[in-house]
Each structure stands twice: as C-alpha cells, then as structure tokens.
C-alpha cells in the first residue's frame, strides 16, 4: 500500500513536469487544452454542407452527419480522410490533428464542397 501510493505520487508529479511539454498525454494537462481538443459537426442537407467552412483548432474531431434524403460521401482531395456512403442520418468522423486546410467534397456530388480550416492548438494557459 505505501509503495502503491509513492507510485501515485510519482505519477502525479510526473504528470505536472509533463504538462507543460506534452499537455495533450497527461491528465494534468487535459484540462487546459479541454477548449482545444474539442468536437464539431458540419450538417448535411439539402445537398449543402453547413458550415461550408468551418475552423477547428488541432485535434478536434469533426463530425459530418448526413440529414439529407440522399446519400452522401465526404472525401478530401489528398485522401486525408474519406468516409463510406453516408445514408440518412449515419456520420463520418475524423480527428484534425494538423493544422492546414482541408478542402472536400461529397465524391458523389463532386459540386458539394467545404472546407476545414485547422488552426494550431491554443496554447495551454500557464498553471
Ligand atoms: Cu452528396
């Protein structure tokens, strides 16, 4: 039991000197970066992808949900990400871990376009 508990110490310790170079690995950091590493949705209707553009910053994971009649494949134009045909109310999710911007469109409706712009990850508030 004491032994465990030095080991916790330890982690949490290490945790904080790990915090301020690598805040996304610890459990100390995830909460500054909580804002950051977050989560979005571009909707799909009608044909449109709503927002047409939209900024992230890194390591969000977007989530494109298909609320059209009509079945819908997101892809980029690198292969960056590509989802299956998207039926009805299924989704596609991928997590932006680079900043940069990545253009897509829907490979059935190559007319259907958006962008994700990914911004670098806020700077984690001093502790
Ligand atoms: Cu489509």
């Not at 301020?20 to 610890?26: G, N």
């Not at 079945?71 to 940069?100: C, M, V």
């Amino acid at each position: 039991m004491l032994r465990q508990k030095t080991y916790l110490l330890g982690t949490v310790g290490m945790a904080a000197l790990l915090a301020a170079a690598l805040p996304r690995l610890t459990a100390a950091g995830e909460t500054a970066v909580k804002a950051a590493a977050s989560t979005a949705t571009v909707q799909i209707d009608n044909f449109v992808f709503t927002p047409a553009t939209l900024t992230v910053a890194a390591g969000t994971t977007v989530t494109w949900k298909n609320e059209d009649d009509s079945p819908h494949r997101i892809g980029d134009k690198d292969g960056t990400f590509k989802s299956a045909a998207l039926d009805t109310d299924d989704t596609f999710s991928h997590t932006f871990a680079t900043p940069g911007v990545f253009p897509y469109i829907c490979t059935i409706h190559p007319y259907m376009v958006g962008k994700i712009v990914v911004k670098p990850a806020a700077k984690t508030p001093s502790n």
